[in-house]
């Protein structure tokens, strides 16, 4: 396997679904206007470009091509992960984006689309990190704390699948973004943090060796749009998904995202 397709396999695992829609057979929404939030802290799925200010990314890329395709207009507002869902299924927003793992018991609350994505979760840690290897030996260093958003299918992996079940652990620290846990792990607040290899990847890469992932991957997470439960959107985005993995454009995000922008292309 080629340097660039080993990089590509350890980053991202695309869920292929069956074509359904050519590009003429789009429904056409009229220009409908459509907001979608998204939490800007998860690269290169959605971040601040640190050399411009401008928000950009995977998700940006892919919603504005569908937005193209489907005619209709987007309007982007940022919210935190731990309001997100609800915002969106109390109908505050028409869609959100922001790496969301499609899991049964959101589909409570909200509507998903097919999955766009399919990841592994892995361990990242610092560069120089040598107390532990995987989730055994970590659970054994009883003073090493993992950073975790609460309700994530990370904190979920931290607390049944590292430590002991407890979801009160004082082992798990709390945060409010992606991007704080990743802080606070590069300062030494924490010493763990669980992503999957999409986001994990891209801060390894632009970290200049201070971070790196480690351990085998725990489990395959598929992504997906959210919506307020019965949206009309649904169906539309399901075909612009399908088309644009039809005709190649999912791939050549792929390229852009996690191969071409990680490596200063």
């Known amino acids: 396997m080629s340097f660039v397709k080993s990089i590509l396999a350890a980053a991202v695992s695309i869920a292929i679904a069956p074509v359904v829609a050519s590009a003429a057979d789009l429904p056409d929404l009229g220009g409908k206007s459509v907001v979608v939030v998204t939490e800007n802290a998860y690269p290169p799925l959605q971040f601040i470009d640190p050399k411009t200010g401008d928000q950009i990314g995977w998700e940006y890329d892919a919603m504005n091509e569908m937005a193209k395709r489907l005619n209709m207009k987007v309007e982007y507002q940022n919210t935190s992960w731990d309001a997100m869902i609800e915002a969106v299924s109390s109908g505050q927003y028409d869609i959100g984006m922001t790496g969301i793992t499609i899991k049964e018991e959101r589909k409570e609350k909200v509507d998903f689309s097919e999955p766009y994505m399919r990841s592994e979760m892995f361990m990242l840690v610092r560069g120089d990190e040598d107390r532990f290897s995987d989730a055994k030996s970590f659970a054994a260093l009883n003073d090493g704390l993992v950073g975790a958003q609460a309700g994530t299918t990370p904190f979920y992996v931290a607390v049944y699948d590292v430590l002991d079940g407890n979801e009160q652990n004082p082992r798990i620290k709390l945060f409010e973004t992606f991007g704080a846990q990743v802080q ?24 200049d060796g201070a971070l790196k992932l480690i351990g085998d991957p725990m489990g395959t997470e598929d992504f997906g749009f959210i919506f307020p439960k019965g949206s009309s959107l649904v169906p539309a985005i399901n075909a612009a998904i399908e088309d644009m993995k039809a005709d190649g454009t999912i791939d050549a995000l792929n390229t852009k995202w996690f191969l071409d922008y990680e490596l200063g292309k």
């Open 184 to 207: 606070a792990l590069r300062v030494g607040d924490v010493d763990l943090v669980l992503t999957d290899g999409t986001a994990g990847n891209g801060y390894v890469k632009s970290s």
